[in-house]
């Protein structure tokens, strides 16, 4: 072989060495995977559920199947953790508070760690997932939020557990409560209450998966100084009483 022939040799297979690369950063796993992320930080729930539409289930435990030594339930639970981690940080690109991410991430860890059915983990945990962290992305991100209100919302989550009222938040921000209610509603779409339940709910949700209290705890550890009152507004938020709620966590999950 002459030395423009091993010149032409070498270079050949630098071109099939990039296009090896190229292929493989196109592959369908970081393509969807872009594409849930641009969703998640965009809060574009639509485009959300149409590209989870497009997963293929069968197709991801080809890819585990083949990149995994381990057996298909680990492979899978090793995946949801990637998934809570890149889905996580999608959502705090969109603007979500400290707070929000690290609920979610944690219930999200504790349901992959302690579940031990595949089937549950794909048909209840996936998908959830993805809208979990979207859904907070549209109600809570606050990248489009003037900078008072931005300093509302990080007081109120600071102080979430204590007693929040329109009052006295207006108090402390030297404004008028009505005009407080008008300006919140104008840039969270939420009223002022609805929001502080909305962020207290999602602490329930995290103290029910710890599963180290009892429900009339959870509901004071949330910042609910009636019982009754959080029961309401948890089953007009999750659709789901919290009874109910704690009877579908599974078994080995709150171990």
């Known amino acids: 072989m002459t030395k423009q022939e091993e010149k032409e040799k070498l270079k050949q297979e630098r071109l099939n060495k990039l296009k090896e690369l190229t292929n493989e950063s196109m592959d369908y796993r970081y393509l969807m995977q872009d594409q849930l992320a641009e969703a998640i930080s965009s809060g574009n729930q639509d485009k959300l559920e149409e590209t989870l539409k497009l997963i293929d289930i069968d197709r991801v435990f080809r890819y585990l199947d083949k990149d995994s030594d381990c057996d298909r339930l680990e492979a899978f639970k090793n995946h949801l953790m990637t998934v809570n981690t890149y889905t996580r940080i999608a959502a705090k690109n969109g603007g979500v508070l400290p707070l929000y991410l690290h609920l979610i991430f944690e219930r999200f860890s504790m349901i992959i ?143």
């Open 113 to 255: 760690k302690d579940t031990y059915s595949l089937d549950y983990l794909v048909e209840h945990v996936y998908f959830e997932i993805f809208r979990e962290y979207c859904h907070a992305v549209v109600y809570f991100s606050t990248s489009n939020y003037s900078s008072v209100m931005k300093e509302i919302v990080t007081y109120i989550t600071d102080n979430l557990t204590s007693e929040l009222t329109l009052t006295n938040i207006a108090s402390i921000y030297g404004m008028h409560p009505v005009h407080l209610a008008r300006k919140f509603k104008q840039e969270t779409g939420n009223t002022f209450i609805g929001y502080v339940n909305q962020q207290r709910i999602y602490l329930a949700k995290y103290y029910f998966h710890l599963g180290e209290h009892q429900l009339s705890e959870v509901a004071n550890l949330a910042g609910f100084n009636s019982h009754s009152y959080f029961t309401k507004v948890f089953k007009k938020m999750t659709g789901k009483t919290p009874t109910k709620y704690l009877k579908e966590i599974p078994v080995s999950e709150k171990v």
